[in-house]
Antibody, heavy 124, light 113 residues
């Protein structure tokens, strides 16, 4: 099970940190993704992190502003979002990848378990 | 980036009839070293998160009804619902995981005629 939290209403230019608490599986065996969905729009992949946190990849739209991280001792995934923009308004989902990721190749798989999402609204 | 294009954007199908959704990638997602297509399909019902249906282009996720099937290779893929049920009303997305950034199609909305 994955449960996201930390969403809310924030002004443009401010920061927010999302969390995703994992349970029911061995968290440190799996790579993890963040995926977002703007209101009425499709799915947009945001970022992925390897099972051990050593390898991370980002969508160009968030690179340099968002940071994905994990604390395997707490079974928790994070997304630190800085310099937020109106276009970052979305439901943010965390999702599990079915393995730890190929760190050497930077290759990650699909998403087999999804959280229910947390809503981020960027507005003045 | 690999662009994923689905067609149609929406379709209306009678209960019990078949539905076909197409997905085309801007470059091949076939890994010739293992002969696997890095293509997944998801179903999203209103107010719910996406649900994995198919991975490796044609492998059905555990618990997914066998009326859902995936096919295709390289750049052209298809999701088929053999006999539409009321609970299949949803938006369906294809996704490539061949490379990062991973990308999704724009979605296809399936409704009952």
């Amino acid at each position: 099970q994955l449960v996201e939290s930390g969403g809310g209403v924030v002004q443009p230019g401010r920061s927010l940190r999302l969390s995703c608490a994992a349970s029911g599986f061995t968290f440190n065996n799996y790579a993890m993704h963040w995926v977002r969905q703007a209101p009425g729009k499709g799915l947009e992949w945001v970022a992925v992190i390897s099972y051990d946190g050593s390898n991370k990849h980002y969508a160009d739209s968030v690179k340099g502003r968002f940071t994905i991280s994990r604390d395997n001792s707490k079974n928790t995934l994070y997304l630190q979002m800085n310099s937020l923009r109106a276009e970052d308004t979305a439901v943010y989902y965390c999702a599990r990848s079915p393995d730890g990721g190929n760190v050497g190749l930077g290759r990650y798989y699909y998403m087999d378990v999804w959280g229910k999402g947390t809503t981020v609204t960027v507005s003045s | 980036d690999i662009v994923m294009t689905q067609s149609p954007d929406s379709l209306a199908v009678s209960l019990g009839e078949g539905a076909t959704i197409n997905c085309k990638s801007s470059q091949s997602v076939l890994n010739t070293s293992n002969n696997k297509n890095y293509l997944a399909w998801y179903q999203q019902k209103p107010g719910q998160p996406p649900k994995l249906l198919i991975y490796w282009a044609s492998t059905r996720e555990s618990g997914v009804p066998d009326r859902f099937s995936g096919s295709g290779s390289g750049t052209d893929f298809t999701l088929t619902i053999s006999s539409l049920q009321a609970e299949d009303v949803a938006v369906y997305y294809c996704q490539q995981y061949y490379t990062t950034p991973q990308t999704f199609g724009q979605g296809t909305k399936v409704e009952i005629k």
